[in-house]
């Protein structure tokens, strides 16, 4: 029900347009519909373009409504004077996938830039490789908002490294190669 006791629809802003099912499921991934059909191709071309990501060896593992996975070998050159990834590094996989979660409920002529977002660092990020994991938490028509984690992974255990919290802004897009990718930034 809404604030004024008709049932939440569309247009009530306590069940985005995007959303299916009560208003209280936030953040479930079987209640979150993508805007465009072809997310999931559209998440990987502009991921091509992320020219940081590519120059830090990461690539996307997992693309869903709502969800986005990027990995990271570990790499020596990507570490600190104590030899674990840099926080820098940790902090761009974790943003990178929250933008790209975001991406994939919005229209296919937008793209997302993040306007803020909150990163706790919960251990030294050594092992293999690291996973963040960037889920939607609430879709918006212009704030989308977000949540991640950043997991270590070693001999196939995970450990946490990092917690995000992050708020997207819908935008127009502009043209692949344009100033400024139709990707998240």
């Not at 949540?147 to 708020?167: D, K, S």
Request: net charge neutral; charged share 20%; glycine share 10%.
């Amino acid at each position: 029900m809404s604030a004024a006791g008709g049932p939440a629809g569309p247009t009530d802003p306590a069940r985005p347009a995007n959303r299916s099912g009560p208003a209280g499921d936030a953040g479930h991934p079987a209640t979150l519909r993508p805007a465009d059909p072809d997310f999931a191709a559209r998440v990987r071309a502009s991921f091509a373009g992320q020219r940081l990501m590519e120059t830090f060896g990461a690539r996307l593992v997992r693309v869903e409504p709502g969800e986005v996975d990027v990995e990271l070998p570990f790499r020596d050159d990507l570490t600190q004077q104590h030899g674990y990834l840099h926080a820098g590094a940790v902090a761009a996989i974790a943003d990178t996938a929250c933008g790209y979660a975001a991406i994939t409920l919005i229209a296919a002529d937008a793209t997302v830039l993040s306007v803020e977002f909150k990163l706790n660092l919960l251990a030294p990020a050594r092992g293999d490789r690291l996973i963040a994991r960037g889920r939607v938490l609430r879709p918006g028509r212009t704030l989308t908002v977000c949540t991640g984690e950043v997991v270590a992974v070693t001999a196939g255990r995970e450990t946490p490294v990092a917690a995000i919290l992050a708020t997207m802004i819908a935008l127009p897009a502009r043209p692949e190669g344009a100033a400024g990718e139709a990707g998240p930034r």
